[in-house]
């Protein structure tokens, strides 16, 4: 007998059934999730862009030619273009800067590095800016009060103005610099500093060195920040809203929500029209991205770990760090302390003593009011359920799509994320297509928020559970195959449990992120199902300072704790195990 | 001839003559794994597609423990992964234990956790976030074992590899060489009939991987269970293995017990890649039918040499090899064919023998001596090597010409 020359199966083979690899009913689960989402995120696109040129099943090409009939839309352009692309230069410059500071100079602040990106999330910005017109409003703005008193100027407004165009810029600098630092930082993180070391014994001086090095190294997460300012610049809802309404600057998002919302009948064609211009404005910035991308042999060198040689900037030291705090203040701390003092006192008021504060705002918000609370409830059980459903499935479908690398899973899986990239507005207004009328009848319900909302933080959901699924070698799956496993109990028994430190901070920020929407709940929240971010910018337009103080702070604090989870769970790990790893 | 037919392994360790010859001499054993024709290519970037299994067919008996040797690339991890279903082949088949588990007649590919086998894998692959008992009695579990038989069958497997204390530890918290009895004791403790080994020692420093070698030894050949186990380091492989199978780009170049390979390959590559050999080329010039030798004119000069090949016939290049430890070296010209006088350039004292290194004429040649004899660097000696000690193999193409390994 030799074992080479025979084909055909040996004679006392037998076969146990016929096991073609049918799909596992495991398998069979995160497929259908992974298509399902997918045709979330797909199905509404589609429906934006056939409305663009269909309505009612007739081609029609009006909304084209209508939406530049509309008053005024050649100067809220401009205006939206000039806001966005100001700030945007100062949030890269600013945000940068800070990345520098903390991450290669001895300016920097332990902890304080990873809170700066946490920052928004904190306090969500229609909690702060509305802080800031607290503080900056011209007339009874706190910060103009106390200005006129040291002043002794008898005027009764100014001299400082929320309401103008250094006011936009300001706050949505504000907003942005946590997408450049926590790009910039990543970029330098992973910069090997042996290539600025080198440089430096090449005879480079520290601002060649940075000039001529370091700054092409970063360039990559340079063009992802302005790819990022310009996505959330263009998107950004709650600034523009409450500032624009004693001002006439007016901006794109806010037009595009007054469109659907404040005129009757909607005028959606018009509002979708001026959506894919948003649509146009991120695609270009996409397309530069992937021009700086191409354009160089970026270092992409070096892993983590190496230890920087920090700069000491000497005297300069404190500025630094100055710039750090300040920043903290300006985006978090004094906003925050204008809610607080309007709520405690219960009157948006220059008179100011310790007897009279009281927590009457709170209860007010808390139980009182019975439409505030409900939207507490409701943005609380969306924030829930959203996260809790968005988590899990990114998890599922993540594991699903690292073990089939077919086509398919890659066009799934770019689905899944394509919502990152589009304005909210845009996936908003598709869902409003999608679900609100027959066969679905969901519009103004609890059921279509939770559908935007999971559509919309998807993607952010599937990073996430991608880094934590990253985290479970290929051999640990494997390995439980081998020792008789199915797929259902392996995710079970072997990918849960590793991935869930990773997964319970991605559930949190998702829950946070949910808590404090505004822009799809601006357009899909009804009257009837109101959610917290919608009845923040309702109290402020009907003026009603003190409960919308209290809402924001209970907001914030409830953002704040899950943040704060995010940060100890990511940062202690779970106990001795986390430490291992493999051998390669 | 004889010497090539090393199917039949007439090494008395096979343990498929042994077990065969006392049940039923008649009967073929069920092999514990048998694959035919096997196929398996990855596309590259380029569209290109590369065989990384060439047509494999092997067969391993019961209880026989089988290493797959080759350098990196070989195919041999490939072969090993579509054995245990973590890789789909292309075509060809694969039974394990007389069950065909892929064929693409008939559309047959069971799953891995249906095949019945475990693995070692060259990481591992513990479970971190589980105890060393709970990681061992994962396969336990997944067979329904009742929960107190599955405790107490976990603790004496983690006991048979030399761990009984270290039950309640997270892998994180062991050595690199108590993670690897954690993963032996895994791989054992449902008591498949097969067990697949991917460079388990490759990570353990050498003194840890000397013992753990040992012990795998003989906990295989107490157990019983047939093992198939990929490497690239030879020692290794002599040592462990009934049968070593060397693998070439894809395809087996040789099979056959540890001896038969060593001192019988048939190819320069097999020659080259277990031990260390000594290389010159030569023609073939005749055949001496009453001494079964071959005559060549070599590099070195006419020299008798015995045929490692079917393939050499009269005419035909080749090349010539010889092992270190089957040359002797004399100061005074001895009697006899494959003699050469030879400079000394370097002797130097390596503890179990002596390394000499010569030149003959332009060919470097390495003789390992255990008589220590140490000869004066610039010195001549005389080199001999008796005919049945040097194989005339088919000249391949780019050999590399150095007789390093």
Redesign the interface.
Known sequence: MTSIDTAAPSPVATTRGVWSRLPSPFQAVSSLTAVGFALLALYPLSRVLIRLFVDDGEVDLSPMADVWQQPGLVRMLVQTTVVVSVSGVFAIVVGSAMAWLSERTDARLGALTDVIPMLPFVLPPIAGTIGWVLLLSPGAGFVNVVIRDITGSDAATGPLDIYSWWGFIALYTLYMIPFTYLLVSAGLRNLDPQLEEQSRLCGGGRLRTLWRVTIPAVKPSLGGAILLTVWFGFALFSVPVILGTQSDIEVLSVRIVRLLTFTYPAQTAEAVALSVVMLVAVGLAWYLQGRVLKSGHHASVGGRGQRTNIVRLGRWKWAGRLVLVGYVLLAVALPLLALLRVALTGFWTQDFSFGDLNLDAFRNVLFDDIATRGALVNSLRLGGLGATIGIVAAAVISIFLRRSRSVFGRVLDSSIKLPAVIPHFVVAIGMLFAFSGSPFHLAGSFWILLLAYLALFLPQASVAADAAAAQVGRDLVEASSLSGAGGGRTFRRIHLPIMLPGLVAGWALLFVWMLGELNASAILAGTQNRVVGFELMDKFLHGTYAPLAALAIVLTMVSAIAVAAVMIISRKGRGSWTEYRPAA | MTVLDD?HPTDDRSPAAGTAATADPSA?P??AV?V??LVKHFRRDDGSTVNAVDDV???VAPGEFMVLLGPSGCGKTTLLRSI???E?PASG?I?IG????F?PV??????????N???I?????????MTALQNVS??LE??HVPKPERRERAESALAMVGIPELGGQ????MS?GQQQRVALA?ALV?NERLVLFDEPLS?VDAKVREQLRFELLSMQRELGFAAVYVTHDQIEAMELAHRIAVMQEGRVAQ?GPPRTIYDEPRSYYVANFIGTTNVFAGVVTGHDDSRDLLTLDSDLGPVEAVAGSSEIRPGSDATLVCRPERCTLSTQEPEGPNRWSAEVVASRFVGSHTEHALMVGTSRFRVWRADHDIYEEGSSVWISVPPRDLRCLPTEQDVDNDGDS
Do not use: K
């Not at chain 2, 007389?98 to 588990?101: C, R």
């Not at chain 2, 008939?106 to 095949?115: A, H, K, M, Q």
């Not at chain 2, 997270?170 to 918290?173: A, F, L, N, R, V």
């Open positions: 199917d073929t069920v092999p048998r035919q024709n067919s092997i067969e245990a279903g973590l789909q088949t039974e007389g069950e065909v588990v064929s008939g559309s047959i590919d069971v799953p891995p956790e249906r095949r086998v475990n693995m894998f060259q990481s591992y692959a513990l479970w971190p976030h994962y396969p997944c067979a997270h892998p994180g918290q690199g895994r449902s990570n099979i």
